[in-house]
């Protein structure tokens, strides 16, 4: 069974005259790591973003497991993006929180808020998010403040906050595009390597193609808001990648 | 070398001031000065008058409110004053910062819960605190509560909410939203996510903002006493009443005293706060 299915999605901001998303339709599979390629301002970050609905559809659907998750009201919502793991290309870690709370943060949506304003979490919690440190490496940076880290230490923090979470499938936007090639193919293989650990599927976006063929199975091709391509990464021809980036949209 | 020839040939040219909005700012200038002009003349200002004015408040005060009646303000009644003073001031500030604590999210359009009720009414709330001055809320609570030091901290807490409500929902505002967004797609609630994303971003900020609220309130409680709230105001309005202008003297100088040394308080733990600050930013570069 599919994981995620999206279905003839739609997506326009608010006072835009064109959509920014034309009639997506893909699945995600079980053993996934799909990439999102496409120039930029394609909608690649509005696709991953309308996923978990931090970006509201216009129309179609969103469906993780057998949830429609276009049509849930908020309390439900919240309830299924705890299942959603999310790394951010600016990290998007609270800077002046210590390592460990900003991954304890993942629990927040499994935790009453009245433990979570005291930062009273489960002892079980805290025994994960030091696993999870040290499976990223960063157990001796626990007790520092996220802002004194590196782009990628703090890159690992946001991968350890998203695993904090159990989650059913990770959403990546741009996760390495801060970083420098060294360091962005390190993270890149630790996604894959934790990913395929812990058996999460992985939807990415990614604008280096390059790396996008390197780690994920399938590709999905974006262009000024349309699908140009969807299909195993070896089947994709040079003809292909030139029709997804034939027309740069600034 | 072709753009260097190019600009050898072409003469490139540069004006910081273009015809039609230089012509709309020096009118905008004049009209402005014009006005100044008109209503001084208007109000018929005579600086012989405004000049002579500062020799007389000297003489005045030399003859009438010299020596200030010191004893008088060392009087336990009035010292008992003082302290009421301080207490409805204190009273005031936390009882209004912490009501201007949920107001300012709720006002603050980028986290505000609701953007459809919430947002309008923190807003409305805040802007009516703000409207109506600190003394106007003074006579207003003491006509519906009567005299004493009810209606004093009632005054205050108003005050509070509408000051500290808009700068706390104005730091809310530049936030960096990515945190929030973050802990959102955790699927956190309204809540933990104001203590997650929000509160981090904004505590040092929001501190400034208590202890410059706590100066301005502690002033006004010197003076809501006058319109019969209780404290020091209220034996100021009594020796301006009698025209004993030594205690009167004597009172004001102590205002003056107490109002230094809060600011002065205030000053040195706000200069602590910005040297903590800037450590932080120091240590992150
Ligand atoms: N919040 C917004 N409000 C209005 N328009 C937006 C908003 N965010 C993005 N857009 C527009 O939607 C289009 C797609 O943007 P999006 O960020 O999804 O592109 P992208 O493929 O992620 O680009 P990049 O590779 O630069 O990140 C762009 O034209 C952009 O201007
Ligand atoms: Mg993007």
């Known amino acids: 069974m599919s994981i995620l299915h999206v279905n003839q999605l739609v997506a326009r901001y608010p006072g835009a005259k064109t959509d920014t998303l034309k009639e997506i339709s893909f699945t995600v599979n079980p053993a996934d790591f799909y990439a999102i390629i496409g120039p930029s301002g394609a909608g690649k ?11 509201e559809p216009t129309s179609g659907t969103v469906r993780l497991f057998d949830q429609q998750i276009t049509q849930l009201p908020p309390r439900q919502l919240r309830q299924t993006r705890r299942h959603i793991g999310m790394i951010f290309q600016e990290f998007n870690l609270v800077d002046r929180m210590s390592v460990m709370d900003n991954v304890l943060s993942g629990r927040l949506g499994y935790t009453s808020t009245w433990r979570s304003m005291l930062k ?44 904090m979470q159990d989650p059913q499938l990770l959403l990546l936007d741009e996760p390495t595009a801060s970083l420098d090639p060294k360091i962005a193919r390190d993270v ?11 058996q999460i599927p992985v939807l990415c976006n990614i604008h280096d193609v390059a790396l996008a063929k390197e780690f994920c199975n399938r590709i999905l091709g974006l262009q000024d808001g349309r699908m140009m391509f969807d299909g195993e990464t070896h089947s994709m021809s040079q003809q292909d990648l030139d029709r997804i980036y034939e027309r740069e949209v600034l | 070398m072709s753009t260097q020839s190019q600009t050898q040939n072409r003469q490139l040219h540069w004006q910081r001031y273009r015809y039609p909005q230089s012509l709309i700012q020096f009118t905008l200038v004049l009209l402005a000065l014009s006005a100044l002009a008109y209503s001084i003349h208007f109000l018929n200002i005579d600086l012989q008058r405004l000049l002579s004015v500062f020799g007389r408040v000297g003489e005045v005060l030399a003859e009438r409110y010299f020596p200030p009646d010191l004893a ?35 006002a603050a359009w980028n986290v505000t819960p609701a953007r459809r009720w919430l947002y309008p009414l923190a807003r409305l709330a805040i802007m009516g605190s703000r409207s109506v001055h600190e003394m106007i809320w003074t006579i207003l609570f003491v006509t519906v509560l009567g005299f004493g030091m009810l209606p004093g901290v009632c005054a205050l807490v108003m005050f509070c909410i509408g000051f500290a409500g808009k700068l706390f929902a104005e730091e809310i505002e530049v936030i960096d939203m990515g945190q929030v967004e973050a802990m959102q797609a955790n699927g956190a609630n309204p809540l933990q996510t104001f203590m997650y994303a929000v509160w981090p971003q904004v505590r040092t900020a929001w501190t400034g903002i208590a202890i410059y609220t706590w100066d301005v309130a502690f ?14 105001g209220w034996y100021l309005k009594r020796n301006v009443q009698q025209l004993e202008t030594e205690r009167v003297a004597a009172i004001l100088l102590s205002i003056v005293l107490l109002v230094l040394v809060s600011e002065l308080i205030s000053a040195w733990a706000r200069h602590r706060l910005s040297r903590r600050r800037a450590g932080n930013q120091l240590q992150n570069a």
């Open chain 1, 120 to 163: 009273l979490f489960s002892q079980a919690d805290i025994q994960r998010a030091l696993e999870l440190l040290e499976r990223v490496g960063l157990l001796e940076h626990v007790d520092k403040r996220a802002d004194q880290l590196s782009g990628g230490q703090r890159q690992r923090v946001g991968i350890a906050r998203a695993l």
């Open chain 1, 188 to 198: 890149m293989t630790l996604i894959q390597q934790t990913a395929r650990d812990l």
């Open chain 2, 219 to 232: 002033r006004a409680a010197t003076v809501v006493g006058f319109f019969g709230a209780g404290g020091m």
């Open chain 1, 45 to 55: 970050s509005t696709l991953i973003r309308c996923i978990n609905r931090l970006v």
């Open chain 2, 72 to 106: 008088y303000i060392s009087q336990p009644g009035y010292l008992q004053s003082v302290i009421e003073s301080i207490q409805m001031a204190y009273l005031g500030a936390i009882l209004g910062m912490l009501l201007a604590v949920p107001l300012a999210w709720f």
